[in-house]
Structure formats: structure tokens, C-alpha cells
């Protein structure tokens, strides 16, 4: 399966070109950017058991990174892409720190107050755009191609989001992986056998903020746009859908969100499908949802899996 | 061994632990009973360092432990058991007690080697199953275990981490007789290499087992002595064991 999945993102790119279908290359990369935003959100989300409704505010941080150094006239990804990943880790260390003394629904809340004031210090920011964000002149150099070119720039981020689930399914199966999935089935009992918990989570919450970042520094590029609405809560609820449609805690769960909720958007909101309507997309989008945490709460991912956890 | 000077909580106006001296001495089973409400259970909180204490010190093997946070008393060699079963659910067995071993072998701050090559700590944990009796359960996860079994495992978990010194909230707690024979066993057999203190209401496990015994009673602990000494004691007797003893 995975094989499969493998080769069709693979020949996507020719696929489309030889339909001459170009737009839908930008479209699938996209998807792809996202599928890494939600995975990230799945790490703390899925297997920490830390429902973060403040995910927006690390992948605006990353893209307003790569927005703003690329404004200053830094356009060198070797530059720019890590210093998002470092912006954003290290905003969640510190919105992690803070928000990790707390549980439940005050976790929640204080998470999505967090991204909600990233949102606002953005908005404010008029040097930087304000209200109507910030063009980049183009995406970023470095790599010796030019990554104007749909191709290379879908490789560059397939290769990137591959990279990226490696290194989680390698984190997850190791001893640091095992302790954040037990301290989500219970964290009382974690700390009597004698592991400090708050590091670990906090850690978790840091790695998963900086994956965010990596995949906002894409975005950025994506779009050569930043804008305060990357930061929005609607943005951090997007990605949570994403993650609850694949499945919540599924290895695979982020990506396949992603690929559901923006491919349904893409259906819904084109007008042959709906026609006047297709302005309403989100409620056919809506329907599904809940038919899908209705009949299958695994998620996507979780239905299709041959074994249950 | 452990020694408890005046240690003391309260939550709001509530008294629940009133300046408990308490002294266990290496390798004994020491129990500690009273009536519900007493304040046993939140008096093993504040040992394990699982809730602060307000007042009082706490000294374990010549550490200070007053202050010191709850996983720095395991790797000081205190670890504790629940009264309600608390274990990883989802988890086999065998993952279970697998993870208490990491956690006092070697950091978890590591990415990228899956645990699953560790055979080392699998081997352990084997072997702690093997010392709870759950050797033919190894691959059943937490929440397909009867009972007892569950009870089992919340002891192994905590031996898992190689205590000196055990914290066994009631063990036998929702057992049958059966069952609690078999704990009585396994209580007897890990007292060879672990010291034991033991909150249990089931008083012929109590006097089958303990070396000495502690009675709590409104928070305070009201005498502390062997099993002889406490079942002819006037003033346990009137407070606590009453009928159950005059027989």
C-alpha cells in the first residue's frame, strides 16, 4: 500500500502535465505541505494526548519567518527553512511551558489564547503588512535550482514530508516515543514509575512545533504569501479536523486528513459540482465530517487499519 | 530505613495526615492499617512524593526526599502501588512492565533506536512478569486482564523500577480469596530483596505478613508495634479492630 502511494505521488507531477493538468501540481503540493502541518499536530495531539488548539501559531511563526527574512532581502533556504524551524520551536517552548502546567480544557483554551495573540501581534506588525500580510518576491534560493519550476519545487517538499514521517515513525518507536504514548494513557501512573513528565511532554510539544515551522516555511514559498490568517484559529482548527478525519493517533492519520479535507474542499468549492452553491462548500464538507466521527471514530486511517490498538 | 519526622497535610480545613512519625526498617514488611478515611493513602502520597506535603520531613537511605519530585524518589528507590488499579491499558504486559525498566535504565531521551531492539529491557521484564505470575499473559494488553491479574501487574509495574523500599496501597484490594492467597505468596516471595510497606484492610493478610505494624487513625498514628503487641493494644483495639479482634 504504502509502495503504491509511493509511486503515484511519484509520477503525480507527470501525470498531470501529460493531461495537461499543471494546476493540479500546485494543488497536490499543497496538500502536501499540509499533510506534514497536520502529522506534526498528530505527534502532540494523537500520541502526547496534548490537545494543542494553538498548532496555527507554529506554522504561521515558520511562515512569517521565511515571510519576513525574505522581505529583509534573505532569500537562502539554508538560512531562511531553519531559521523558521528554530522560530517556531521556539515559540512552542515557551507557549509550552507555560501551558503544560495545566490539563483538560484549560490546556485547550490556553493554547488557542497563545496563537490568538501571534495572530494579533501579526496583524499589528504594519511594517511587515498588517491586516494585509506579505508578498514575497519569490521562493527561496540555495539549492542551485530554481524552484519557480512546479516540478522540482513538488519533489523538494515530497522529499522534505517524507523525510519528516521517517523521522517520526523513527521517534515514535523509540524509548522517547514510547514514554509520550504512556504518559497519554496515563500520566499518574508514568510519574510513579519515574519519569518526569513535564519534560517529556514539553520536549514532545517542542519537536512537534518545529516540524509545524518547517511546514509553514513551505507554505510561504507555496504561495510566495504570508499572511495573519496562517495564524488564525480557524487555521489551528483546520489542521485538527485534518487530524481527526485521518485519525487521531494513527501513524498515518495527518497526512491522510489532509489529502481528504483538501481534495473534498477542492470538489466542493469548484462549481460544476455545486454550481451557485459551491459557495456553501464547507457544509457538504461538514456532512462528511460527522459521518466520519459518527461510523468511524479511528478516523480514515484508523477504519482502514488491518489491526486495532 | 525511610523515617517520617512530623509530617503533616491538609486539604482546606481538613486535617488528613496530623504530624506522622513513622520508622521502616530495612527489609521488613511493615503494615499500615485504620479505619477508611484515615488518611493511609494520602499519607503513601506524600512518601512517593505523588502530593506535597505541607509540613514535616522525609528521609530515605540518608536523602532528604521532603521536596524532592516524585521520579526523583523512584531513582531514589521508592516506588508505589496503587489502590485503584492504575495501570498503561492499552499496553501488553509485557510493554507495560517494559517501560517502568526503562524508566531507571539508561536515559529516554533518545530518538531514534526503537525499543523494540532493546532485548535487554525485555528480558526484564520477563522476568518481572515471571516474579507477578504473568508470564503466560505477556502479550494481553492492560484491559483484557481479569482482576487479579490487574492487581499483579500494578505490583510488577512498581517492582519493575527495583525499589529498596515498596509502597503497596492495598494489593488485595477487591480480591477474592483465591486471588489473595496468590498475593500473600508473591508478598512473601519479593520481601527476600525489597522492603515493604504495606497499607492492606485484609487484617489475615496484615498478620500474615508484617514484621510490625503502624494504626492510623484520624490522620495520626496512634501506636506502632509487632502484630502481638498492636492485637493486645487497648486503645487499637477500642479504635480500630474492635469486634474483628475480640473474637
Same mark, same amino acid.
Not at chain 1, 505527534?43 to 507554529?58: D, I, W
Not at chain 2, 496530623?18 to 502520597?45: F, R, S, W
Not at chain 2, 489473595?180 to 512473601?188: C, E, P, T, V
Given at each position: 500500500m504504502k509502495k503504491i502511494v509511493l509511486v503515484v505521488l511519484l509520477i503525480f507531477p507527470l501525470a498531470m502535465h501529460a493531461l495537461d493538468q499543471n494546476f493540479y501540481i500546485a494543488f497536490a503540493t499543497r496538500v502536501l505541505i499540509y499533510a506534514m502541518a497536520a502529522a506534526s499536530l498528530n505527534l502532540v495531539l494523537g500520541y502526547g494526548g496534548m490537545v494543542s488548539f494553538g498548532h496555527a501559531a507554529f506554522f504561521g511563526a515558520g511562515a512569517y519567518t521565511v515571510g519576513i527574512l525574505s522581505f529583509e532581502g534573505v532569500r537562502n533556504l539554508w538560512i531562511t527553512w531553519p531559521a523558521a524551524v528554530a522560530v517556531a520551536a521556539l515559540a512552542a517552548l515557551v507557549i509550552g511551558a507555560i501551558s503544560l502546567r495545566t490539563r483538560g480544557v484549560y490546556f485547550i483554551m490556553i493554547t488557542l489564547a497563545f496563537a490568538q495573540m501571534m495572530y494579533y501581534v501579526f496583524v499589528s506588525m504594519k511594517s511587515y503588512g498588517g491586516d494585509d500580510g506579505l508578498s514575497l518576491p519569490g521562493r527561496s534560493s540555495g539549492l542551485g535550482i530554481d524552484l519557480r519550476n512546479e516540478y522540482a519545487w513538488y519533489y523538494l517538499v515530497l522529499f522534505l514530508l517524507i523525510a519528516v514521517l521517517y523521522l517520526l515513525r523513527r521517534l515514535l518507536a523509540s524509548r522517547f516515543g514510547r514514554v509520550i504514548e504512556a504518559i497519554r494513557e496515563n500520566e499518574a501512573r508514568a510519574t510513579a514509575i519515574g519519569y518526569p513528565v513535564y519534560r517529556y511532554q514539553l520536549l514532545c510539544f517542542v519537536i512537534s512545533g518545529a516540524i509545524a515551522g518547517l511546514a509553514g516555511a513551505l507554505i510561504a514559498n507555496q504561495t510566495s504569501y504570508v499572511g495573519p490568517a496562517l495564524l488564525h484559529w480557524i487555521q489551528s482548527g483546520t489542521l485538527m479536523i485534518m487530524v481527526i478525519l485521518g485519525g487521531?493517533?494513527?501513524?498515518?492519520g495527518g497526512p491522510v486528513g489532509a489529502v481528504v479535507l483538501l481534495t473534498l474542499e477542492e470538489i466542493f468549492s469548484g462549481s460544476p459540482l455545486l454550481g451557485p452553491y459551491s459557495l456553501h462548500w464547507q457544509l457538504p464538507v461538514g456532512v462528511i465530517l460527522l459521518a466520519v466521527v459518527l461510523y468511524a471514530p479511528r478516523g480514515i486511517a484508523g477504519a482502514f487499519a488491518k489491526k486495532g490498538r | 530505613m525511610l523515617s517520617l519526622k512530623k509530617v503533616g497535610k491538609r486539604f482546606g480545613g481538613v %486535617?488528613? %495526615?496530623? @504530624?506522622v512519625d513513622l520508622d521502616v526498617a530495612q527489609g521488613e514488611v511493615h503494615a499500615l492499617i485504620g479505619p477508611n478515611g484515615a488518611g493511609k493513602t494520602t499519607l503513601i502520597g506524600l512518601i512517593a512524593g505523588t502530593m506535597p506535603s505541607d509540613q514535616g520531613e522525609i528521609v530515605f537511605r540518608n536523602d532528604y526526599l521532603t521536596h524532592a519530585k516524585p521520579h526523583a524518589r523512584v531513582a531514589a528507590g521508592l516506588a508505589r502501588s496503587y489502590q485503584v488499579t492504575s495501570i498503561f491499558r492499552r499496553f501488553s504486559v509485557l510493554d507495560n512492565l517494559a517501560l517502568a525498566v526503562q524508566a531507571? *535504565?539508561? &536515559? *529516554? $531521551? &533518545? $530518538?531514534?533506536?526503537? %525499543?523494540?531492539?532493546? *532485548?535487554a529491557l525485555f528480558d526484564e521484564a520477563r522476568a518481572i512478569a515471571a516474579e507477578v505470575d504473568l508470564t503466560a499473559r505477556l *502479550?494481553?494488553? @492492560?484491559?483484557?486482564? &481479569?482482576h487479579g491479574e490487574q492487581r499483579a501487574l500494578e505490583v510488577g509495574l512498581a517492582l519493575a523500577t527495583r525499589p529498596k523500599l515498596v509502597l503497596l496501597d492495598?494489593?488485595?484490594? @477487591?480480591?477474592g480469596p483465591e486471588e489473595s492467597q496468590r498475593m500473600i505468596a508473591l508478598i512473601k516471595r519479593i520481601r527476600a530483596q525489597v522492603t515493604v510497606l504495606l497499607v492492606e484492610h485484609d487484617m489475615d493478610a496484615v498478620f500474615r505478613l508484617a514484621d510490625r505494624i503502624s494504626v492510623m487513625l484520624n490522620g495520626r498514628l496512634i501506636a506502632t508495634g509487632a502484630p502481638i503487641e498492636i492485637r493486645n493494644n487497648p486503645e487499637v483495639k477500642k479504635a480500630y479492630l474492635g469486634d474483628e479482634l475480640a473474637a
Amino acid at each position: 500500500m504504502k509502495k503504491i502511494v509511493l509511486v503515484v505521488l511519484l509520477i503525480f507531477p507527470l501525470a498531470m502535465h501529460a493531461l495537461d493538468q499543471n494546476f493540479y501540481i500546485a494543488f497536490a503540493t499543497r496538500v502536501l505541505i499540509y499533510a506534514m502541518a497536520a502529522a506534526s499536530l498528530n505527534l502532540v495531539l494523537g500520541y502526547g494526548g496534548m490537545v494543542s488548539f494553538g498548532h496555527a501559531a507554529f506554522f504561521g511563526a515558520g511562515a512569517y519567518t521565511v515571510g519576513i527574512l525574505s522581505f529583509e532581502g534573505v532569500r537562502n533556504l539554508w538560512i531562511t527553512w531553519p531559521a523558521a524551524v528554530a522560530v517556531a520551536a521556539l515559540a512552542a517552548l515557551v507557549i509550552g511551558a507555560i501551558s503544560l502546567r495545566t490539563r483538560g480544557v484549560y490546556f485547550i483554551m490556553i493554547t488557542l489564547a497563545f496563537a490568538q495573540m501571534m495572530y494579533y501581534v501579526f496583524v499589528s506588525m504594519k511594517s511587515y503588512g498588517g491586516d494585509d500580510g506579505l508578498s514575497l518576491p519569490g521562493r527561496s534560493s540555495g539549492l542551485g535550482i530554481d524552484l519557480r519550476n512546479e516540478y522540482a519545487w513538488y519533489y523538494l517538499v515530497l522529499f522534505l514530508l517524507i523525510a519528516v514521517l521517517y523521522l517520526l515513525r523513527r521517534l515514535l518507536a523509540s524509548r522517547f516515543g514510547r514514554v509520550i504514548e504512556a504518559i497519554r494513557e496515563n500520566e499518574a501512573r508514568a510519574t510513579a514509575i519515574g519519569y518526569p513528565v513535564y519534560r517529556y511532554q514539553l520536549l514532545c510539544f517542542v519537536i512537534s512545533g518545529a516540524i509545524a515551522g518547517l511546514a509553514g516555511a513551505l507554505i510561504a514559498n507555496q504561495t510566495s504569501y504570508v499572511g495573519p490568517a496562517l495564524l488564525h484559529w480557524i487555521q489551528s482548527g483546520t489542521l485538527m479536523i485534518m487530524v481527526i478525519l485521518g485519525g487521531v493517533g494513527r501513524f498515518w492519520g495527518g497526512p491522510v486528513g489532509a489529502v481528504v479535507l483538501l481534495t473534498l474542499e477542492e470538489i466542493f468549492s469548484g462549481s460544476p459540482l455545486l454550481g451557485p452553491y459551491s459557495l456553501h462548500w464547507q457544509l457538504p464538507v461538514g456532512v462528511i465530517l460527522l459521518a466520519v466521527v459518527l461510523y468511524a471514530p479511528r478516523g480514515i486511517a484508523g477504519a482502514f487499519a488491518k489491526k486495532g490498538r | 530505613m525511610l523515617s517520617l519526622k512530623k509530617v503533616g497535610k491538609r486539604f482546606g480545613g481538613v %486535617v488528613a %495526615v496530623d @504530624g506522622v512519625d513513622l520508622d521502616v526498617a530495612q527489609g521488613e514488611v511493615h503494615a499500615l492499617i485504620g479505619p477508611n478515611g484515615a488518611g493511609k493513602t494520602t499519607l503513601i502520597g506524600l512518601i512517593a512524593g505523588t502530593m506535597p506535603s505541607d509540613q514535616g520531613e522525609i528521609v530515605f537511605r540518608n536523602d532528604y526526599l521532603t521536596h524532592a519530585k516524585p521520579h526523583a524518589r523512584v531513582a531514589a528507590g521508592l516506588a508505589r502501588s496503587y489502590q485503584v488499579t492504575s495501570i498503561f491499558r492499552r499496553f501488553s504486559v509485557l510493554d507495560n512492565l517494559a517501560l517502568a525498566v526503562q524508566a531507571r *535504565s539508561g &536515559s *529516554s $531521551f &533518545s $530518538f531514534w533506536k526503537p %525499543v523494540a531492539q532493546e *532485548s535487554a529491557l525485555f528480558d526484564e521484564a520477563r522476568a518481572i512478569a515471571a516474579e507477578v505470575d504473568l508470564t503466560a499473559r505477556l *502479550s494481553a494488553p @492492560g484491559n483484557e486482564l &481479569s482482576h487479579g491479574e490487574q492487581r499483579a501487574l500494578e505490583v510488577g509495574l512498581a517492582l519493575a523500577t527495583r525499589p529498596k523500599l515498596v509502597l503497596l496501597d492495598e494489593p488485595m484490594a @477487591g480480591m477474592g480469596p483465591e486471588e489473595s492467597q496468590r498475593m500473600i505468596a508473591l508478598i512473601k516471595r519479593i520481601r527476600a530483596q525489597v522492603t515493604v510497606l504495606l497499607v492492606e484492610h485484609d487484617m489475615d493478610a496484615v498478620f500474615r505478613l508484617a514484621d510490625r505494624i503502624s494504626v492510623m487513625l484520624n490522620g495520626r498514628l496512634i501506636a506502632t508495634g509487632a502484630p502481638i503487641e498492636i492485637r493486645n493494644n487497648p486503645e487499637v483495639k477500642k479504635a480500630y479492630l474492635g469486634d474483628e479482634l475480640a473474637a
